[in-house]
C-alpha cells in the first residue's frame, strides 16, 4: 500500500530549502522573513506515495512545495492513465473539482527519487503575509504548473509519435538537461511505460518509436538515460524528410 510522506516534528526555514524563493526579497528583508517561513517538512522514499492526508492538512493554505526529489501523478480515468511529472519548485494543490462532476477519476502518485515537500498551509500563508513577494511567486508557481499542463496537452495532439516524443524530450530537457558537444544529455527515471503515458501511447508503440529515433541517429541511449543529438529543429526537419526519402526508396523498388 502507498505510504505518507513521513515528518518530523521540526519545523525548517523554507528561504534555505529554496533559494530561487529567497531571491524574490532583499537581502535586508531575508533574515525577517527567514524566521517567519518556516515549514514542515515531509519526506518520501522511491515508490508509491499517499499524499492525500498531507493534501488535506493544506487547508486553506497554499499547497505542497516540492523542495527536492521527483514525483511522476498519474491521473486515470476509465481504462487510460495520464502521467505529469513534478519536480523541484513544483506547488503541488488539494483537488478542486467540481462535486457534481460526471467524470470520475483517481490520482496516484509515486516518487521516481527520494523526495522532499514542504507543507504551506493556512498557518505558513498567516506568517508570510507582511512578504506578499513570497505568496506571489508561489502563485506564479501554480500558474506555471498549468502552463506546463497545457504545453503537455499540445503535445500529446501531435499525430506522429515520434515527433510527439521529440517534443517532450526537449521539454523535459529544458529542466533536467545538460548541454553536450553533441546536443543535450537528458537523465532521469523514466520507462517505456512511464513514456506512454506521458505522450498517450501505448509501451510496445513507444519501444518502437524509440528504436526508429535510434536508428536515425536523432535520440539515442535507454529510456532513462537518453542523448539528443542536434537540434530541436534539425530533428524535426529530418523526421519530415526520412518519410520522403523511405517512400522514394520504395516506389524505386516497385519500377
Not at 128 to 136: A, C, K, T
Not at 189 to 207: D, K, N, Y
Not at 233 to 250: D, K
Request: aromatic share 4%.
Amino acid at each position: 500500500m502507498p505510504r505518507p510522506p513521513g515528518s518530523s516534528r521540526l519545523y525548517c526555514y523554507l528561504l534555505e530549502l529554496d533559494d530561487d524563493l529567497a531571491q524574490e526579497l532583499d537581502t535586508s528583508l531575508r533574515f525577517s522573513a527567514r524566521q517567519h517561513a518556516t515549514v514542515r517538512l515531509l519526506e518520501s522514499d522511491t515508490g508509491d506515495c499517499d499524499l492525500d492526508g498531507w493534501l488535506d492538512a493544506v487547508g486553506d493554505g497554499l499547497g505542497l512545495l516540492v523542495v527536492d526529489g521527483l514525483m511522476a501523478v498519474d491521473t486515470r480515468v476509465a481504462d487510460r492513465t495520464a502521467t505529469e511529472l513534478i519536480g523541484s519548485g513544483d506547488l503541488v494543490q488539494p483537488d478542486t473539482t467540481c462535486p457534481y462532476e460526471m467524470v470520475e477519476h483517481c490520482a496516484a502518485w509515486h516518487a521516481l527519487q527520494p523526495t522532499q515537500l514542504a507543507l504551506l498551509d493556512a498557518d505558513f500563508v498567516d506568517r508570510v503575509r507582511p512578504w506578499p513577494q513570497l505568496l506571489g511567486a508561489l502563485f506564479r508557481r501554480a500558474e506555471r504548473r498549468q502552463n506546463e499542463l497545457s504545453l503537455l496537452r499540445a503535445v500529446a495532439s501531435q499525430p506522429k509519435l515520434d515527433v510527439r516524443l521529440l517534443l517532450l524530450f526537449w521539454h523535459l530537457a529544458t529542466r533536467w538537461g545538460r548541454v553536450e558537444h553533441s546536443g543535450v544529455h537528458l537523465t532521469l527515471p523514466l520507462t517505456h511505460r512511464l513514456l506512454g503515458q506521458l505522450v498517450a501511447a501505448e509501451r510496445p508503440s513507444i519501444s518502437h518509436a524509440l528504436a526508429r529515433l535510434s536508428q536515425a541517429g536523432i535520440v539515442t541511449g535507454s529510456a532513462g538515460d537518453l542523448h539528443l543529438h542536434g537540434t530541436l529543429e534539425s530533428q524535426l526537419e529530418s523526421l519530415t524528410e526520412r518519410p520522403a526519402e523511405l517512400n522514394l526508396e520504395s516506389r524505386e523498388r516497385v519500377s
